[in-house]
């Protein structure tokens, strides 16, 4: 997982990738690998250590015990900063690579050759505090004295012992130095390159999860507006057709039955959408086109100027839609850009496959009234919630556009990925 350059790469971890520890050692454990608080508290971690080897190496008998305390102070000092090296230089060459932001795999191949690179210069450490042990004279009179333990075998134990410890004694100095080598080296970022693989999947395995709690965060957002929007409609809908029904009852009972017809075909078609509270997902085509024909059929009773038609190319019947989105745009033609207008009107709705597409599905909804002119620039309330629906089922797959007609009034086209019920 590539992290960006300024910072949120160098945050604590997600809870379910850190090690959570407040143990001096562990800290770094919270952060991400090769990262600069990583590095911070690693660093702390690794001078701790080193500071208490250097006390170890200072007053622990060792093969250069009778050496005077400068020279004792000056071998321990390189002993401890060439292991130290060890555990500082490679890593922090490997926090400027992740710094860089790089592809995962330029990123990986930059790091194992930052990580050698760094082992390379604490050898090179290790060489330079060497000479100056040898320039200073301080290596000549070790040896001098480890030499001269093995030249006097026949002394006294006493004596032995009081002049220098026995050379069994340098030898497991030395590989207790061997050992704690090969730790540090094992400290220096080969372990901790396999970590961080570790931690780079568990990281992608964590975003794929918030990803995915967030989507179906948005997922419920929606619906619960689906089922708001539902129950906005409805009163409003029914208010206003039964009040046409009423004024036509002692005028046009014809008219007044045809009006009663359609909302009963109206409310069959839609109401299993509604009485779902948004819990539905996807409808077929064609219970949204019956759902328009009968609005529109209805719109048309109290409405006699409307005239309307509907219709989907052939194979498209259970191309699945989600719930209610058809039938908004047709209810937004009607209330901005029909009742505005004066004289007949005509509202369209075809739902076909993009041109040059065929995996895409495009629902269109013309009408030739007031446009973008009269009530309403595009930007009610209604469009919104279907481009957030839209963003929140099938996100950059799906849009919603509006096009101002030549001869008037407006086309809106929403675009969507093609898929059965």
Known sequence: ?????????????????ALRSSFWFGRDRNYPIFSPMWFRHRSHSVLLVMALLFVVFCIVPTAGQGMSWPDRLAYSAMIVA???????????MAVWVRS?????????????????????????????????LTASGVEARREE?????????E???????????????????????????VAVIWLAGGVDLVFYLLQRRRLRESLQRQQLVQAQ????????????LAAQIEPHFLFNTLAGVRSAINVDPQRATAIVDHLVDYLRATIPQMRGDGAQVQTSLTSQLDAARSYLALMQARI????????????????????LLLISLVENAIKHGIEPKIGPARVTVHARLAAGNASRLE???SDDGVGFGGTTSGSGIGLANIRERLEALYGDQAGLTLKAIATGGVAAIIHLPLSQF
């Open 1 to 17: 997982m590539n992290m960006p350059n300024s910072a949120p790469y160098d945050k604590l971890l997600p809870p379910d990738v």
């Open 82 to 92: 060439s292991l130290g090296s060890f555990g500082l230089v490679g890593p922090r």
């Open 100 to 132: 860089q932001a790089w592809p995962d795999g330029k990123e990986l191949m930059c790091l194992v050759l930052a990580l050698l690179l760094g082992a390379l210069a604490s050898v090179a450490i290790y060489k330079a505090g060497d000479l100056v």
């Open 145 to 153: 004295r480890i030499a001269a333990v093995k030249a006097a075998p």
């Open 155 to 181: 002394a006294p134990a006493a004596v032995a012992t009081a002049a220098a410890p026995p050379v069994p004694r340098a030898m497991a100095r030395d590989k207790v130095l061997s050992i704690v080598t």
């Open 217 to 228: 965060e948005l997922r419920r957002e929606a619906e619960m507006k689906l089922a708001v």
């Open 304 to 323: 006699g100027r409307l005239s309307f038609a509907v219709q989907a190319d052939d194979g498209l019947e259970r191309a699945a839609i989600p719930p």
């Open 363 to 365: 629902l269109i909804v």
